[in-house]
């Protein structure tokens, strides 16, 4: 049987990803593999030499190596399609509206500057256009004709809400209206890149926008299971984006349950670097 390899490139968030992946619980057909390159936000810049991508860092390089199981480098024509994760890509609503309140902000108070919802969403597509998604996905496509998935940055959770004194935040209505038409923009961009973006799975966001709390319960970046945090999310939430992501590249289990264990992929030193969910 052939082989089907997936090239997983990204972030903090990629810990998640990477967790589920090595706890055998994802339903792959066999012969299917995945590599995950991954490295704490804002350093991976790499250089684009001999179908290869070469970080710039050398911290990334050592990070690259560790969660690949000994990769420094990312040679493009050995993959099959490649996912990346986060790399700037995503909607946070509450960061946008730090910057701008829209026409519902007025109900609750005065507002400095008040946009309309399509001047929102083009803000919300605007600040994707500069994600280092784009640039890796620029830079595989001039060497491989291969799938390329784009797995944003979840969104984040409902219990930010309780921080948080915008409660435009959990206007339902507004909500429904400004984020599928966000969601429609910013994958419409993917599209014009040659990227399919894989949004959550619907099982875990609460209202539009927001990630279910229990999806953060133990969440983990590339360094450490967190209790409490605002950004990221457990493997349970990635177990559920990875097997339909599995589904659209045709590599699902059939009966959907592991055709494979792969936590013996994990060496010594890679279990012991995240450690298991709370």
């Known amino acids: 049987m052939t082989g089907f390899s997936l090239c997983v490139i990204g972030t903090s ?7 589920a992946w090595k706890s055998g619980a994802i339903a792959a057909r066999e012969g299917f593999s995945m590599v995950v390159f991954a490295s ?17 860092n050398p911290t990334v390089s050592t990070m690259f190596a560790l969660t690949s ?19 700037g890509w995503g909607i ?6 730090t910057r ?6 007025l109900a609750h108070g005065p507002a400095d500057t008040v946009v309309s919802h399509a001047c929102l969403v083009e803000m919300i597509r605007a600040h994707n256009t500069k994600a280092l998604a784009l640039t890796v996905a620029r830079q595989i496509r001039a060497d491989s004709a291969a799938p390329i998935l784009i797995y944003p940055t979840p969104f984040r ?20 209206n400004i984020m599928p038409r966000s969601i429609a923009a910013v994958s419409e961009l993917g599209v014009q890149h040659g990227c399919e973006v894989f949004w959550q799975h619907p099982e875990t966001v609460a209202l ?20 409490r945090d605002s950004k990221h999310v457990n493997p349970d939430f990635a177990v559920l984006s990875l ?14 349950m592991p055709d494979r264990i792969n936590n013996h992929d994990a060496g010594p030193d890679a279990r012991e670097f995240i450690q298991p969910a709370v």
């Not at 968030?13 to 967790?19: I, L, Y």
């Not at 704490?40 to 710039?56: F, G, K, N, W, Y």
């Not at 946070?92 to 509206?97: G, H, I």
């Open 243 to 256: 097997q339909a992501i599995l589904q659209r590249l045709g590599q699902a289990a059939p009966g959907g």
């Open 13 to 19: 968030h990629a810990g998640a990803v990477w967790q």
């Open 100 to 105: 701008c309140n829209v026409v519902e902000h």
């Open 208 to 227: 539009p926008g927001l990630t279910k709390a229990r999806f953060a319960k133990g969440a983990v970046n590339l360094r450490e299971s967190i209790e």
């Open 69 to 87: 199981g000994g990769k420094d480098r990312i040679e493009i024509d050995k993959y099959d399609a490649f996912l990346l994760v986060g790399l």
């Open 157 to 176: 959770p409902e219990t930010m809400l309780s921080e948080e004194s915008d409660p435009c935040l959990s206007d339902r209505a507004l909500l429904d």
């Open 92 to 97: 946070d609503l509450a960061r946008t509206f």
């Open 40 to 56: 704490q936000a804002t350093t991976i810049e790499m250089e684009h030499r001999d179908c290869s991508l070469i970080p710039v």
